[in-house]
């Protein structure tokens, strides 16, 4: 669940992307802002550190990301610096990602299967839930749990559909161990 600030700064950014058209682009520009989080946490430990000036960060987010991501995004980087938000930079990155992704009505599954799922299943079960849903297309991410024994868990949204044998082992146990001889 986002934070009142994440949900705050990215409605805000994402409405002004929606007006501008750049929908497709800004998404693009998150996901690879998030890549750069995720692989460099030195970046947000400096950014985050409370010794270090909000002129010091600003600085700094100017000579990283300048050049590499738009005026909008770079508006955004300023301004959470500016009002001390920085540290939830993350989740407002991953707030606006889902907001994108929702208004160009583009669903994110994830499924998760006992073994590795061949291109026909991956294909059939795409093919399944867009008919399910309201979403134009999918960005589908596929696990392989062997713990699940068998079947899929299907994860979309806040919604999760687990079709797993040991979901329906564990609850055929709870049923069994509830049964008075």
Same mark, same amino acid.
């Given at each position: ?20 058209? &750049? ?6 520009? %998150? ?13 947000? =430990? ?16 100017? &000579?990283?990301?300048? &050049?590499?991501? +738009? =005026?909008?995004? /770079? ?21 606006? +990602?889902?907001?994108?992704? +929702? ?20 294909? #059939? ?17 596929? &696990? %392989? ?10 994860? /979309? ?14 609850? /055929?146990?709870?049923?069994? +161990?509830?049964? #008075?001889?």
């Amino acid at each position: 669940m986002a934070s009142r600030v994440s949900k705050i700064y990215g409605d805000a950014y994402v409405s002004l992307q929606a007006e501008e058209g &750049r929908l497709e682009e800004a998404g693009k520009e %998150t996901a690879a802002m998030q890549e750069i989080f995720s692989r460099d946490e030195t970046l947000s =430990a400096f950014l985050c550190h409370p010794q270090i000036t909000k002129e010091q960060k600003m600085d700094a987010a100017e &000579r990283i990301f300048r &050049r590499r991501v +738009s =005026a909008d995004m /770079m508006g955004l980087l300023v301004i959470m610096i500016k009002k001390g938000r920085w540290n939830e930079i993350e989740e407002t990155l991953e707030y606006i +990602s889902g907001q994108i992704t +929702s208004l160009r009505e583009i669903g994110v599954l994830k499924v998760t299967s006992a073994f590795p799922l061949s291109e026909a299943q991956k294909n #059939q079960i795409e093919k399944k839930v867009l008919k399910a849903s309201s979403y134009n297309r999918l960005d589908v991410s596929y &696990r %392989t749990d062997e713990t699940i024994l068998g079947g899929l868990i299907l994860q /979309m949204d806040d919604r999760v559909v687990d079709n797993s044998i040991r979901t329906k082992l564990d609850s /055929m146990a709870k049923y069994l +161990s509830g049964i #008075q001889i």
